[in-house]
């Protein structure tokens, strides 16, 4: 059988989801791509700038749909409702009707983001100028500027970071990674459109693991003076006027604190997607103690899973920000190519048994 | 503020609340206090609405301060325990309701720790039969009373002769609503609308047409707190809390505290007085303070009880000035008699807070 003739079924349109289906469409495969929502793209849709460098995101969203082949098949809306193996083929279900086959399967169903209502005491939902990073992008966005929900510019600005990450009370231990550099980037940001305001960010640790975001650290604080607090938020109120009080530990001058703030940022986290839970089930695959996939070896195979003939790849096995999600999709795009050429799998399970 | 926000944690934590038979344990300092208040509960759960609770005479103290302030071992307040649902078996009972938040936060911390811990279950049944020859059922049902009178909310302010509206202006009162620690900072699961935002008290005022104040404090301990106040070296940080308190609530000026644990309004009343004594500082309208009310004192009045038959004179803060907006006709000569019309004696009248 030559590849033109294989098919492979990607559950998720997200970047990582568009990398792979490139790669294995320019390696001859038919590609079909199942996506819940109604555009592809995922999350980047609603990006404004990205970190470290403040690249707009619609230009690199652009840049890899354009890159996409016309023959890629895409089932928008659509979620994958049953999956049945049989020898080397997969017959799957999409929306309860639709049915294909295909000879492999890639999930990169990317992550959900944190419901930052479930930090009650924060006030997510309840109090008017809480948002989280994720609205501040939908906020940028719009308006190419920032403002309360009164319309004001405001003078105060709190971030918090580590909303739902590193908390044993929400149940999530793990780092996401991403949320300190987003919350420089968006201090920076917000000091360019309101560069009178006070910007505060809560911390209990910057964790800037990534080349270049170190820099951006310090530009935050030597050009834009933004002042970095050590110590978790205990609690948010609303005053009269709308504006907000924060009740925080400073946690290197050791004493409690309290911060006046007309807009407070939460800095949310990854959370698993909620189809994570649904696939693992159907494709009897696993789930890590944190939620995620868990890929079959965590240090020498990260795309392939315990049954062969699926893989996965991007935010859908741990928080990952957008480079290593690409790398990861190009990464399962190969192993996805070896393992239908070689007509075997080529997973580390496979291997050592 | 988006209501539609708070209603969505109101509605996730929501509780069962056994709806008659219920077996009453009251609380050691609510009795002391305000003595009037547990009257009070009785009279609107037996009268007003028809509900059998039995007041047993041979229940004891929950040792629940004791437990806080290390005086005495888990052991001890498991086997306490265990009596009071004993007397609760014997007595027919399977609903208990305490009068007091710490007691309702002991009862399900237990509750909780024999579920997890069956052997200190066994431990406490094994201790209960070898000193007093007892042996007991779980409840069937755990709920404080202030969840009792919240449940029952509609019916009593469909019966109330009165509202929290200012009867000059038409306005609702604006009411503080303090929650005890204990009710639900541990099991938020285990109180109504959760730790974060109560809803006990809230929809209790707001079912008699207040309306409720959220104020940056609101989440900060009265000032009892245990040991900052049981020992006296640290009486200091017991005045300072409440003082925290009262500076937040102070600008959105509120007409009364309301609150549903016995020492909430104990400290809410006295550190008032105590506050404008050292620091001449005096909260609320007019120099007379900011009136602290229990859950069934507001109940009490509500219904039309005369005032000093609840015993509202027993507040270091008078309550005269709540009254006179709400419309509540009282009779000063009463204030300070018994039950007998005998005259009690007058207390000492403060130097700086208004006092009627």
């Known amino acids: 059988m030559k590849e033109t003739e294989k098919h492979i079924l990607i559950v998720g349109a997200g970047p990582a989801g568009i990398e792979a289906a490139e790669h294995l469409s320019d390696l001859g495969y038919q590609i079909s791509i199942v996506e819940k929502d109604e555009a592809i793209g995922g999350k980047l849709n609603n990006w404004h700038q990205l970190f470290p460098d403040h690249r707009p995101a619609k230009e690199v969203l652009s840049h890899l749909v354009n890159k996409l082949p016309k023959n890629v098949k895409f089932y928008l809306n659509s979620t994958v409702t049953k999956t049945i193996k049989e020898e080397n083929l997969f017959n799957v279900e999409i929306n309860g009707k639709t049915k294909i086959q295909c000879d492999s399967i890639l999930l990169t169903v990317g992550f959900d983001v944190f419901d930052a209502r479930i930090k009650e005491e924060y006030g997510y939902g309840i109090y008017d100028n809480v948002v989280t990073s994720a609205d501040l992008e939908h906020i940028f966005n719009q308006n190419n500027k920032i403002l309360t929900t009164q319309g004001k510019i405001p003078k105060k600005i709190a971030f918090i970071n580590c909303v739902g990450s590193r908390d044993e009370k929400v149940g999530n231990l793990y780092c996401s990674s991403v949320c300190c550099v987003t919350g420089v980037k968006q201090a920076i940001e917000a000091k360019q459109m309101a560069p009178d305001a006070e910007v505060f960010m809560f911390y209990m640790d910057i964790r800037m693991y990534g080349r270049f975001y170190e820099d951006l650290y310090l530009e935050a604080q030597e050009k834009y003076h933004v002042q970095f607090i050590r110590g978790r938020l205990s609690e948010v109120a609303e005053l009269q006027d709308g504006s907000l009080l924060l009740k925080a530990d400073d946690t290197l001058a050791g004493c409690p604190i309290k911060v006046h703030a007309d807009l407070v940022v939460l800095l949310i986290g990854f959370v698993p997607a909620a189809s994570c839970n649904s696939l693992s089930k159907m494709l009897n695959i696993e789930c890590a103690k944190d939620g995620f996939f868990a890929p079959c070896d965590v240090h020498i195979d990260r795309n392939s899973t315990g049954t062969e003939g699926i893989y996965m790849a991007g935010a859908c096995t741990g928080p990952k920000n957008l480079e290593a999600s690409l790398a990861d999709a190009r990464s399962a795009a190969l192993k996805i190519h070896y393992h239908l050429v070689h007509g075997k799998a080529t997973n580390l399970i496979n291997e050592l048994s | ?356």
């Open chain 2, 1 to 356: 503020m988006i209501l539609e926000g708070k209603k969505r944690v109101w509605n996730e934590y929501q509780k069962e609340i056994a709806d008659d038979k219920y077996f009453y344990a009251r609380s050691c300092i609510r009795q002391n206090f305000f003595p009037g208040a547990e009257k009070t509960f009785l009279q609107i759960m037996r009268n007003e609405l028809g509900k059998e609770v039995y007041d047993d005479p041979k229940h004891t103290t929950c040792t629940g301060i004791a437990y806080h302030t290390d005086i005495i071992p888990l052991e001890t307040i498991m086997t306490v325990v265990a009596r009071q649902f004993s007397l609760m078996s014997e007595s027919g009972y399977e609903n208990y309701v305490p009068s007091c938040i710490t007691s309702f936060g002991i009862y399900t911390e237990i509750l909780e720790l024999w579920e997890h811990n069956p052997e200190l279950e066994e431990k406490a049944r094994d201790f209960l039969y070898k000193s007093t020859k007892r042996e007991f059922k779980k409840p069937k049902n755990l709920a404080h009373a202030s969840d009792v009178i919240f449940k029952f909310r509609n019916e009593i302010a469909q019966k109330a002769k009165h509202r929290l509206v200012n009867c000059n202006t038409g306005e609702p009162l604006r009411v503080i609503e303090h929650i005890g620690c204990h009710y639900a900072r541990m099991f938020p699961h285990k109180g109504v609308g959760g730790a974060e935002y109560p809803y006990v008290l809230a929809g209790l005022a707001e079912s008699f047409g207040g309306e409720v104040v959220d104020y940056p404090e609101r989440r900060t301990c009265c000032g009892f707190g245990f040991r900052q106040y049981l020992v006296q070296a640290n009486r200091g940080y017991s005045v300072a809390c409440s003082k925290r308190k009262f500076e937040s609530m102070a600008p959105f000026n509120p007409d009364v505290i309301i609150t549903n644990c016995p020492g909430c309004p104990y400290f809410l009343d006295r550190w008032q007085y105590v506050i404008s004594e050292m620091e001449g500082k005096i909260y609320g309208q007019n120099g007379h303070g900011i009136p602290v009310l229990t859950f069934e004192e507001l109940a009490g009045l509500m219904m039309g009880y005369n005032p000093w038959d609840i015993g509202l004179q027993m507040h270091q803060i008078s309550i005269e000035p709540l009254l006179d907006k709400i419309g509540i006709e009282y009779n000063m000569h009463n204030k300070y008699c018994d039950a007998e019309g005998n005259f009690m004696g007058k207390p000492e009248i403060p130097e700086l807070v208004k006092f009627y």
